[in-house]
């Protein structure tokens, strides 16, 4: 605005404060691109990928704005020591495309933080999920706390509620694979006792008889030189 109203007025008292401001300029703008680029490569991971395309060419455009703001000083000191009508028109060019570019990044900026949120909305969000997953991170300490207690409890108790059930459980098994043993009716006892009899006093050798006998002696009129050994059961 001082070069655009210096067209006219063609003082040197102008001329030397829009050189001063240029000079300002480029200390300002210098510190804000180093600036810029620190808060968007910390919030650089927590953009969606349109955010992320809008930064980038936010960076590619504040860097030409730094380069730009040096050429600027370069020609207005150029300007003011030709003293030349084209050299001032050279320089009002440059200094409009220069202005232009920067109400640009200026309004590139404002979108980036306000609308997608660079370094404000994703931190402030994170924050308040940190915050509180911290307090549910001190409850869950909390319940298991309790939780310790309760089972220390329980297994003090246990024991011997554990012995009685594993001895109940230990004698009903045993019952349960003791063998049965099989009674057969007592009615077919003797004849099978008496058949068997039978077959072993005819089917028997000498030898295997009983040793128990009993001598009967013959009877009268019968001449025998021994007794007869019957054997007894």
């Given at each position: 605005i001082i070069e655009l109203i210096?067209?006219?007025?063609?003082?040197?008292?102008?001329?030397?404060?829009?050189?001063f401001l240029l000079t300002l300029a480029i200390i300002v703008y210098v510190g804000a691109f180093f600036t810029g680029k620190a808060d968007g490569?910390?919030?650089?991971?927590?953009?969606?990928?349109?955010?992320?395309?809008?930064?980038?060419f936010h960076k590619l455009l504040g860097t030409y704005l730094v380069y730009g703001s040096g050429i600027l000083l370069l020609l207005k000191a150029g300007a003011m020591a030709i003293r030349r009508a084209w050299a001032r028109n050279v320089f009002i060019f440059f200094l409009l495309i220069f202005i232009a570019t920067l109400l640009k990044q200026g309004k590139d900026g404002g979108e980036l933080v306000y609308e997608y949120g660079v370094n404000v909305k994703p931190v402030m969000a994170l924050q308040d999920r940190l915050d509180d997953m911290q307090f549910d991170m001190e409850d869950l300490k909390?319940?298991?706390?309790?939780?310790?207690?309760?089972c220390e409890q329980k297994s003090k108790s246990a024991p011997t509620s554990l012995d009685e059930n594993a001895s109940s459980s230990t004698a009903i098994e045993l019952n349960e694979s003791a063998p049965q043993e099989k009674m057969e009716p007592s009615?077919?006892?003797?004849?099978?006792?008496?058949?068997?009899?039978?077959?072993?006093?005819?089917?028997?050798?000498?030898?295997?008889?009983?040793?128990?006998?009993?001598?009967?002696?013959?009877?009268?009129?019968?001449?025998?030189?021994?007794?007869?050994?019957?054997?007894?059961?």
């Open positions: 210096n067209l006219k007025a063609k003082k040197p008292a102008v001329s030397i404060v829009s050189l490569s910390h919030a650089f991971s927590l953009l969606t990928p349109e955010a992320k395309e809008e930064l980038k909390e319940e298991l706390v309790k939780a310790k207690a309760e009615s077919q006892a003797p004849a099978e006792s008496n058949d068997s009899n039978i077959s072993s006093d005819s089917s028997a050798p000498a030898e295997t008889a009983p040793s128990t006998y009993r001598q009967v002696a013959p009877p009268a009129g019968m001449t025998t030189p021994a007794t007869v050994q019957i054997p007894t059961h």
